[in-house]
């Protein structure tokens, strides 16, 4: 399955972005999604997970209560809406399909390019 992440950019303090992740490929709406970030020097860390149904999320607690994944099956689109946006949450945007952790690695079946995610202060 081939992703397609777009809709990052730069906001203010406090902003909001909605990221949208494309999935191509007829099995593409078969896999669990999840949304992850990085940023130079560091490892990609966990932000959000989807299920296939879309009724079961997960969220890292640095952003619960202001991120939302959700999914469109019918469009093979997974997003993610930030709200309340913080200087510390610049980075840079992956989208995967199939995601699992093993320890402290996460590895997927396909990673997105990234998308560029700058909140200013």
């Known amino acids: 399955v081939q992703l397609q992440a777009s809709g990052g950019g730069l906001v203010q303090t406090g902003g909001s972005l909605r990221l949208s992740c494309a999935a191509s490929?007829?099995?593409?709406?078969?896999?669990?999604m999840g949304w992850f970030r990085q940023v130079p020097g560091k490892e990609r860390q966990f932000v959000a997970t989807?299920?296939?149904?879309?009724?079961?999320?997960r969220y890292a607690d640095s952003v619960k209560g202001r991120f939302t994944i959700s999914r469109d099956n019918t469009k093979n689109t997974v997003y993610l809406q930030m709200n309340s946006l913080k200087p510390e949450d610049t980075a840079v945007y992956y989208c995967?399909?199939?995601?699992?952790?093993?320890?402290?690695?996460?590895?997927?079946?396909?990673w997105g390019q990234g998308t560029q995610v700058t909140v200013s202060s």
């Open positions: 995967a399909a199939d995601p699992n952790h093993y320890g402290s690695t996460w590895a997927a079946r396909s």
């Open positions: 989807i299920s296939v149904s879309g009724d079961s999320t």
């Open positions: 490929g007829r099995t593409s709406s078969s896999y669990a």
